[in-house]
């Protein structure tokens, strides 16, 4: 699939329940196998934003963010795993475990024994060969040391390919995508992207390790059920592609850690992430802190931010945090109690945008240093909304960067036509 071309303002990352979906030309983007890309992980859809800005384009002809992340809801995420299906068969081709079998000898891991001629004729090529050889069979040999402890409680290994596949099978489905696209786009085997996903190899150690092995692999008849076109050159090309081999790893290696977890979890991880397009903080919601007494003003602020995200992309107002991200708690609202406090936001809020909002509102109570935060999650809304606070002038508000601005009548007029199809 190919989309082009595209700009910011035809993708968007929109919150939805605990979910974050892609938004392509105002609807949601779609896999070649008709699925949202969808997921929690803000980081991999941003990244694959981001991406797809760069590149003028969405692809999946290419191991980019999109295909990774469309391979992984279009099979792993639905419980399939095509890779599995010819699992044996790249593991008869896997000179790494051939060579475990005993099927071959460490100087055959290459196309035949072909080292031997390499010096003289290609000696860059052979360099590559020979130290992608070693460096790979070390490292797979800490991932048998490790998996066979863990795996099979230190018992010897003597069904090889069931082996591997039950260590495959075992990697998070992220993981298991990297392994399912590397292997079958490069001709790389199985072991080489499970050593490199696993953290054995590093990008430039799995190229090497490709080298020893390409021409071998070339032969391997396992078919790709994605679209992204495999590798295949002669050993005369094989040098022009390692640039091109290395930006896929490339991408994979930023995939795979756009997938750890980030040091903070909970109120703290959210505060960590700091203000910006979908996270704001205030620190109370009614009451003045310099003047000592409650304001409408500092109420109107807290509506601002939830209008905002409303029109715009979704988003999380933290009231009782402070701009430096220090934790104020509401308690400084001086209500008597928590309940009190939910009751009035509540107020402010179905006064203020109507009640049909309010399925689009979220809100907790979370403890955060001893004092409490409330959270106030934030969905896409489907129609426009206009902040109608009693007092106050009627005013249509978006997010612009880490920002809420107030749209002149013609432009929310303009930007209303464009978020809002049919509205």
Same mark, same amino acid.
């Given at each position: 699939m190919r989309i082009s071309p595209v700009n910011a303002g035809m993708i968007d990352l929109?919150? +939805? =329940?605990?979910?974050? #979906?892609?938004?392509?030309?105002?609807?949601? %983007? #779609?896999?070649?196998?008709?699925?949202?890309?969808?997921?929690?992980?803000?980081?991999? %859809? $941003?990244?694959?934003?981001?991406? +797809? /800005?760069? %590149?003028?384009?969405?692809?999946? @002809?290419?191991? /980019?963010?999109?295909?990774? !992340?469309?391979?992984?809801?279009?099979?792993?995420?639905?419980?399939? =795993?095509?890779? #599995?299906?010819?699992?044996?068969?790249?593991?008869?081709?896997?000179?790494?475990?051939?060579?475990? $079998?005993?099927?071959?000898?460490?100087g055959e891991i290459s196309s035949g024994g072909s080292l031997e001629s390499l010096p003289d004729k290609d000696p860059v090529l052979f360099n590559m060969m020979f130290w992608g050889v070693s460096g790979a069979l070390e490292a797979f040999s800490l991932f048998c040391i490790d998996f066979r402890e863990t795996t099979l409680n230190g018992k010897k290994i003597t069904d090889w390919n069931g082996f591997i596949k039950n260590v495959y099978s075992g990697l998070p489905d992220h993981q298991r995508t990297i392994v399912n696209l590397l292997s079958l786009t490069h001709h790389s085997g199985v072991v080489l992207p499970m050593l490199l996903v696993c953290g054995y190899l590093n990008g430039m150690e799995y190229v090497n390790g490709l080298s020893s092995i390409h021409f071998r692999m070339a032969e391997a008849t396992a078919v790709s059920p994605f679209s992204v076109p495999r590798v295949s050159a002669g050993r005369s090309d094989f040098l022009t592609i390692v640039p091109l081999i290395l930006d896929d790893v490339q991408k994979a290696l930023q995939f795979l850690d756009s997938y750890k977890p980030v040091r903070l979890k909970g109120i703290a991880g959210?505060?960590?992430?700091?203000e910006g397009y979908d996270l704001e903080f205030k620190s109370t919601l009614r009451w003045d802190l310099?003047?000592?007494?409650?304001?409408? !003003?500092? @109420?109107?602020?807290? #509506?601002?931010?939830?209008?905002?995200? %409303?029109?715009? +992309?979704?988003?999380i107002l933290l009231i009782g945090v402070r701009d430096d991200g220090s934790v104020e708690g509401i308690e400084s609202d001086r209500f008597p109690n928590t309940d009190k406090f939910l009751l009035h936001l509540w107020t402010l809020i179905r006064t203020s945008f109507g009640t049909d909002v309010s399925p689009n509102i979220q809100t907790k109570l979370e403890p955060a240093e001893g004092k409490t935060v409330c959270t106030v999650r934030c969905n896409r809304s489907g129609r426009p909304v206009f902040l109608r606070q009693p007092g106050f002038e009627e005013e249509f508000y978006v997010r612009v960067g880490p920002g809420t601005i107030a749209l002149a009548v013609s432009e929310a007029l303009k930007y209303i036509s464009d978020h809002f199809t049919g509205k």
């Open positions: 929109v919150m +939805s =329940d605990d979910d974050h #979906l892609v938004y392509y030309n105002n609807k949601p %983007l #779609l896999t070649a196998g008709g699925n949202e890309i969808k997921t929690g992980n803000q980081r991999v %859809l $941003k990244q694959l934003i981001i991406e +797809s /800005c760069l %590149l003028n384009m969405i692809t999946d @002809e290419k191991i /980019c963010f999109f295909a990774l !992340q469309s391979a992984n809801t279009d099979f792993l995420g639905s419980g399939k =795993d095509p890779f #599995l299906d010819q699992f044996d068969e790249l593991c008869s081709c896997d000179p790494f475990i051939q060579l475990r $079998k005993g099927s071959i000898t460490a959210i505060i960590g992430k700091g310099k003047a000592g007494k409650t304001n409408q !003003q500092i @109420e109107r602020a807290c #509506l601002k931010t939830i209008s905002a995200f %409303l029109n715009s +992309s979704g988003g």
